[in-house]
Each structure stands twice: as structure tokens, then as C-alpha cells.
């Protein structure tokens, strides 16, 4: 399951947004290996870290009996390339492939 949350605070909004959103949590499914009943949650929220630029993107992946796990990626949601994507995803990456 993918669930997308959108603050409007970011760059983009409405399908393009969307787009970007489900794309991101599509990759970190596929990069993390997920099975359907795992929930990812990609959601851009304010960041008041100047590094930033006003928002950041947060990754959640929720599994059954594992606490919900969280990445972030300190840029808005537009902006997150793969790469980017997949460096915050390592430490993740790691903990799931260990049943963490």
C-alpha cells in the first residue's frame, strides 16, 4: 500500500506532486525489497533546517509486528533524485534485509 500526504508547502502541487510522490514511494518499495502488506508513506513537510530550503521529504515504512521506520531526505519532494533517494534509504535497507 502506498499512502501520499502533501502539505502544499513545496515546490509542486496537484498531479505533478502526486506523480512525484508515488514515484518515491514506488522506488523505495522496490529498492527495500517490500512485500503488498507493507505500507510506504512519503509525505514533504516545513523544515526549518536552512539546508533544506523550507521543506523536506519523509519516508515511512510501516510492516506488520515492526516499529514504523523513517527516512528523510532534506529537500522538498520535487527536488529528490534516486540517488538521493537511495542514500537515505540505506540505513533502512539494511535493518528490513535483517528483519528489523
Do not use: N, W, Y
Not at 508515488?22 to 507493507?38: F, I, Q, S
Not at 523513517?70 to 540505513?91: F, G, I, N, W
Amino acid at each position: 500500500m502506498v499512502r501520499l500526504f502533501m502539505r502544499g508547502r513545496g515546490e509542486g502541487s496537484g498531479p505533478q506532486m502526486r506523480d512525484a510522490t508515488r514515484a518515491l514511494a514506488d522506488m523505495a518499495r522496490r529498492v527495500l525489497e517490500l512485500d503488498e502488506a507493507a505500507t510506504v508513506s512519503v509525505s514533504e513537510i516545513a523544515c526549518g533546517d536552512p539546508a533544506c530550503g523550507g521543506a523536506e521529504t519523509v519516508v515511512l515504512v510501516m510492516r506488520a509486528g515492526h516499529p514504523t521506520q523513517a527516512a528523510k531526505v532534506l529537500m522538498p519532494v520535487a527536488r529528490v533524485t534516486e540517488a538521493d533517494l537511495l542514500a537515505a534509504l540505506q540505513p533502512l535497507a539494511q535493518m528490513v534485509r535483517t528483519g528489523g
